[in-house]
């Protein structure tokens, strides 16, 4: 089993920046991706930004140019540097890791909890 810790949301004002964290934990051999989704109300979860080992990234549209992703492998802990912020990017994000708990062993999905990031005009 994998735990995801997240941290970093809050109500903050449109223009501001938040940096969200997520450290992994558990019975962890390898991580392959990890990345950030959103869920607004009333809507669907989408992905935010996703970073590849090798650090190959992937963007929404939405926030090309204003978030960026990155990872500390040495602390299995995922980042999301988010400027410019907007009263659309108000969402529950929530922290997504595929690993693998031993060598030849399948890659598996975890989330973690979700939090509240609040961008107020």
């Known amino acids: 089993q994998v735990q995801l810790v997240e941290s970093g949301g809050a109500l903050v004002q449109a223009g501001g920046s938040l940096r969200l964290s997520c450290a992994a934990s558990g019975s962890i051999f390898s991580i392959n991706v990890m990345g950030w989704y959103r869920q607004a109300p009333g809507k669907e979860r989408e992905l935010v930004a996703t970073i590849i080992s090798g650090d190959s990234t992937i963007y929404a549209d939405s926030v090309k140019g204003r978030f960026t992703i990155s990872r500390d492998n040495a602390k299995n802990t995922v980042y999301l540097q988010m400027n410019s912020l907007r009263p659309e990017d108000t969402a529950v994000y929530f922290c997504?890791?595929?690993?693998?708990?031993?060598?030849?062993?399948?890659?598996?999905?975890?989330w973690g909890q979700g939090t509240q990031v609040t961008v107020s005009s």
């Open positions: 997504n890791v595929w690993s693998r708990s031993d060598v030849g062993t399948p890659s598996y999905a975890y």
